[in-house]
Nanobody
Framework: QVQLVESGGGSVQPGGSLRLSCANSGTTFDFNRVGWWRQRPGEARVLVATLTSAGITEYADSVKGRFTISGDIVKNTVNLQMNSLTPEDTAVYYC?????????????????WGQGTQVTVSS
């Protein structure tokens, strides 16, 4: 049983930083990739960053140069360091894990999800 648990969300002023963590508190699985997604009220869930089992990282254009994904896929722990935060980064952030090989921008093609953690950026 996979149980992804996110932590590290909170409120921060513009220009500040937060570090999100995602860990599997259940049985360790052989994920192909773990992604951080975010969802604003009334909007679709959007992929922000991914880390593959090969160590490859990918980022949405909106966060390139500001966010860094890292971690250990084998140990099912992945982090998201978020710097230079702006109000547009305000959202609920979700950790998702995918078993099958290959990139996808579609949330339903991810197999496991955490409960989400709120990130609020405001002055």
């Amino acid at each position: 049983q996979v149980q992804l648990v996110e932590s590290g969300g909170g409120s921060v002023q513009p220009g500040g930083s937060l570090r999100l963590s995602c860990a599997n508190s259940g049985t360790t699985f052989d994920f192909n990739r773990v992604g951080w997604w975010r969802q604003r009220p009334g909007e679709a869930r959007v992929l922000v960053a991914t880390l593959t089992s090969a160590g490859i990282t990918e980022y949405a254009d909106s966060v390139k140069g500001r966010f860094t994904i890292s971690g250990d896929i084998v140990k099912n722990t992945v982090n998201l360091q978020m710097n230079s935060l702006t109000p547009e980064d305000t959202a609920v952030y979700y950790c998702g894990a995918r078993l099958m090989f290959g990139a996808t921008m579609t949330p339903y093609e991810y197999d496991y999800w955490g409960q989400g953690t709120q990130v609020t950026v405001s002055s």
